[in-house]
């Protein structure tokens, strides 16, 4: 996809990845880019540096997303391109209340799905549509707080999902994985688990070039840096060898 006088709306755009995403795109011509977000003050501040829409949203709550999705197509018309990116965590794992794991699922993977229930009818009466889903390493390769990871694998599921099941009907998918990014998610992380993070560590302008680029080449699974993909390899070759290491590195930070 070529951005160039496309109609684009990110989540989670008023810091962070989203933002960084959000002036990229606007930089490559974007025709209209919404930046949306729970913060109002930030958002009309990124949207109004980059001559964006800004508007406010809580992704975790279906009625919202669909409000968005029918006012930016009311006033910019089609959206060519939809990034589900905003994220949450909870630090821990299954004594945490179902209130907190609910709170990161919605965020992290139904939110995801409200975007997609009411976009793919749109896209698809076109026959043309692309959805960017941010997820995370983690979803690759189950790291740190259990919320986290098993949103963002199962977002990663739905995004393949999405790809096999209506890509031959004009619908294109991405997967954003990214490991280290400098965001302010990051430097609320406790301090073992900021300085294991920093192999790698990306800006949030570094990793949105790479999803221009990913984009223009269609890609599916998008990795800014590319050791999670040795990760991955290691991890599909022995599985057992690599939940060892990968034990012994969770004991390291926790």
Same mark, same amino acid.
């Given at each position: ?21 959000? +002036? ?19 958002? &009309? ?19 919202? %997303?669909?409000?968005?999705? !029918? !006012? ?10 939809? *990034?589900?990116?905003? =994220? #949450? #965590? ?7 209340? @179902? ?6 699922? @919605? ?31 983690? =979803? ?5 707080? $259990? ?5 963002? &694998? ?5 995004? !393949? ?5 209506? =890509? ?6 991405? *997967?954003? *994985? ?7 998610? %990051? ?8 300085? %294991? ?10 990793? $949105? ?8 080449? !269609? +890609?599916?699974?998008? %990795? ?31």
């Amino acid at each position: 996809m070529q951005l160039k006088d496309k109609v684009i709306v990110v989540t989670g755009a008023a810091s962070g990845i989203g933002a960084a995403m959000a +002036r990229r795109f606007a930089e490559e011509g974007a025709r209209a880019v919404v930046v949306a977000d729970r913060d109002a003050a930030r958002a &009309h501040a990124v949207a109004l540096d980059i001559g964006g829409h800004a508007a406010l949203v809580d992704v975790a709550v279906e009625a919202e %997303l669909q409000r968005l999705i !029918e !006012e930016t197509e009311s006033r910019h018309g089609p959206i060519d391109l939809f *990034c589900s990116n905003a =994220g #949450t #965590t909870a630090a821990g794992g299954p004594e945490l209340p @179902d209130a907190d794991w609910r709170r990161v699922m @919605d965020v992290n993977l139904m939110a995801h799905v409200h975007a997609a229930r009411a976009l793919l009818p749109r896209m698809l009466s076109r026959g043309q549509g692309y959805l960017l889903q941010t997820a995370s390493a983690a =979803g690759l390769l189950s790291q740190f707080d $259990a919320p986290y990871a098993v949103s963002k &694998h199962a977002a990663v599921a739905f995004a !393949e999902w999405l790809s096999i099941t209506y =890509g031959g009907q004009g619908i294109r998918v991405s *997967c954003l *994985c990214p490991a280290g990014v400098d965001t302010p998610l %990051l430097g609320a992380e406790p301090k073992a688990r900021r300085d %294991l993070l920093s192999h790698g560590l990306m800006s949030t302008a570094e990793v $949105a070039q790479v999803v221009v680029q990913a984009l223009a080449e !269609e +890609r599916f699974l998008i %990795l800014p840096q590319p050791f999670i993909h040795t990760q991955m390899r290691h991890k599909a070759d022995d599985t057992d060898r690599w939940i060892r290491g990968m034990r012994r590195l969770h004991a390291s930070v926790d």
